[in-house]
């Protein structure tokens, strides 16, 4: 759906035999996927679809689209939204990170200081579609280390002094 890309698409068809009685065939063409089509979208492949009665002109064939999930990656209509795990050292202090983009990656910096959940927009490098292409928001996600070393425990003590009220001060119900 980012690229337009050909897929190789198997279907049954039925198939009247001399004697009159109906079998069923199995046929594979390669449909192109149009650029941003959306969730559910139906792509028409003419003529290739179920024979006409009478030796007529065969129908056209319906593709329904079904997109299988992606671990990190999101789209809402044309933008598409990309968490993106951070160290602790990255989220606080920033720096330059690669991300991927559709098509290759990029370059971009991680301002310090940065929260779970803060978005950071990259023009154009969302979906592509008709109207052109989307935006790309990454979702910056500082994730801390998985470690049982004390060592990562005492450090991450040392961290929280510099909460000020804590992390939860306005956490209310």
Known sequence: VARGEKIDVSYVLPERRTDGSIARMTAQIKVVVPLGVDEGGTVRVRGKGTPGAHGGPAGDLLLVIHFAAHPSLRREGPHLYLDVPLTIHEAVA????????????????????????????????????????????????????????PEVARLAEALDAFYGDGVRGDLRI
């Open 94 to 149: 920033g720096g330059r990170i690669e991300v991927p983009v559709p098509g290759g990656s990029v370059r971009v910096q991680i301002p310090p200081g940065s929260q779970s959940g803060r978005k950071m927009r990259l023009k154009g490098k969302g979906m592509a579609g008709p109207n052109g292409p989307g935006d790309l928001y990454l979702v910056l996600r500082p994730t801390p280390p998985v470690s049982e070393d």
